[in-house]
């Protein structure tokens, strides 16, 4: 057996009413990639959070050990002198400085106030060479786009040569090409003798990479083995403590006639000229239709719902029939007005305000909607909020915590909740379980499962392709801006809809 170079003992850690982490044991061994899983809220980044030194020795009961000595970390200084770096799925960058200056931020080569800077691009070069993002050292960060971005949080991450490193969520916002480059990065980390923890939401990652997996639930660690004596199922189960007959809710249901009819819609590139992300594309949406976008990244997917939306509008052509009849949607404001909801992508960008409460959140959409003359009627409004909070069970001490203070599963609820009050006739939903458990997701399988049933006609885009197969009862695809095909349910493989995602 390797020899162990992390061992974290009995952490308990303590909020006020809520123990987030009761007596947690884990143990890192030199050159391993250790899994860590759990349901957001389980208390996994809060026991990084232990690890890093963001919460100092005295706010937490327990021991940290780092290769045979105890340690005793008071800030994220120590924490990285210890030879630990946290790279996290929030990147936290110098947009107007160069890739090489971020990478080097506490670390600039030169005297004095000079910088090296043939040094420092050429020592970048070689890092970005080992992670295999092809970027230029002097590029403006502003310039790169999410995947790179986290690639070089990755490469920073490195740049201080640790011995143990901590990947929270990592590939969130990585194409499929970028995750094969991460997954080949960390098996050479590995036999480099690099130990690594791996957390993910994403369990085919997880099986691929990991050589132990942990489960940590509601603050505790349940279990520790070898990730090839993980079968997934058990997996899941020991993750959401009860057993999941079926994660993918589906009712047959009858579809009424069309209540979105979309015709021609053409949306410019942002950045090349003379070419359009969206090139002229028709369909339909049936009544209690659970309709599936499929297609790679970049075939525009999220582009047509945020035009039909009015998100985007310049240069922006389109037809748009709302159960028959041609409307007009310019702003978002106009779409709502029309019976759409949409629940974004970027949730903490525009899902929610996350400068206020739950209640603030839910009720957002539905203010003109609810009693009062001058003022709004705050009992109904309560009322109405609590009734879709507890519809989607959201899981908060009150109506009265900060959304931003939530889980991503529990933020994505109460987005959800948000348009469910406004009583939509078609919701839009774009990645709806990005970020999220696979507990949470199973609910909210069901949710749109039950709203289907009840009417809802729903535009699902997903890259999740299990997901978008299990879900959807039917299934366009999308590449280079244009419907490559549609798929019925028995039409529905993994192996079809890529076909389509690469025909041109």
């Known amino acids: 057996m390797a020899e162990v170079v992390l061992e974290m003992k009995n952490i308990t850690k303590e909020f006020p009413g809520v123990k987030a982490l009761n007596n947690v044991n884990i143990d890192l061994r030199k050159g391993e990639v250790l899994g860590i899983v759990g349901e957001n809220g389980a208390g996994k980044s809060t026991l990084m959070k232990v690890l890093s030194g963001t919460y100092s020795h005295d706010q937490y009961t327990g021991e940290i050990w780092v290769d045979g000595k105890k340690q005793q970390f008071n800030s994220v200084a120590d ?10 799925q929030e990147v936290s960058v110098m947009f107007d400085s160069s890739v090489a200056e971020n990478v080097f931020v506490n670390n600039l080569p030169g005297k004095g106030l000079f910088v090296d800077y043939p040094k420092l691009y050429g020592d970048t070069q070689v890092l970005l060479d080992r992670v295999g993002l092809a970027v230029n050292p002097k590029t403006i960060v502003r310039k790169l786009n999410a995947g790179q971005l986290q690639l070089m949080s990755i490469v920073r991450g490195i740049a201080a040569n640790p011995h143990i490193l901590v990947f929270d969520e990592p590939s969130t916002a990585l194409t499929d090409s970028e995750v094969d480059l991460l997954m080949d990065f960390l098996d050479r980390l590995r036999k480099d003798g690099v130990s690594c923890i791996y957390i993910s939401h994403k369990l085919e990652e997880i099986y691929r990479i990991c050589d132990r997996v942990t489960v940590i639930r509601d603050g505790q660690t349940i279990a520790t083995r070898d990730a090839e004596d993980w079968n997934e199922a058990d997996l899941i189960e020991n993750m959401i403590g009860r057993k999941v007959e079926n994660m993918y809710t589906k009712t047959p249901r009858e579809f009424g006639e069309p209540v979105l009819e979309v015709e021609d819609l053409v949306v410019p590139h ?7 992300i969206v090139d002229y594309t028709s369909f339909k949406l049936r009544k209690g239709e659970i309709l599936g976008i ?16 009015g998100k985007t509008t310049e240069g922006v052509s389109k037809k748009v029939k709302i159960h028959g009849k041609e409307v007009t949607i310019n702003t978002p404001q106009d779409a709502i007005k029309a019976g759409i909801g949409f629940a974004t992508e970027e949730r903490k960008l525009t899902g929610f305000v996350d400068t206020m409460d739950i209640m603030y959140n839910i009720s957002l959409a539905s203010l003109d909607d609810i009693p009062g003359k001058l003022f709004v009627d705050t009992k109904a409004e ?4 609590v009734k879709h909070f507890e519809r989607l069970r959201v899981k908060a001490p009150s109506l009265h915590q900060m959304v931003v203070n939530l889980s991503g599963g529990n933020q994505q609820k109460v987005i959800l909740a948000k348009w469910l009050m406004k009583n939509p006739d078609i919701l839009f939903i774009d990645e709806p379980t990005k970020g999220i458990d696979v507990g949470t997701k199973s609910e909210f399988y069901k949710i749109l499962d039950e709203l289907a049933n009840e009417g809802v006609s729903i535009v699902m885009v997903s890259s999740d392709m299990p997901e978008l197969i299990s879900v959807s009862d039917r299934v366009i695809v999308m590449c280079e801006g244009k419907i490559t095909g549609e798929l019925d349910k028995g039409e529905l493989t993994q192996a079809n809809v890529m076909r389509l995602a690469i025909t041109k």
């Open 270 to 276: 942002p950045t090349i000229k003379n070419r359009n």
């Open 382 to 385: 309560t009322e109405e909020v």
């Open 79 to 88: 924490g990285r002198n210890a030879g630990i770096c946290m790279i996290y």
């Open 294 to 309: 499929g297609g790679l990244v970049g075939a525009g997917r999220s582009e047509t719902l945020e035009a039909i939306f």
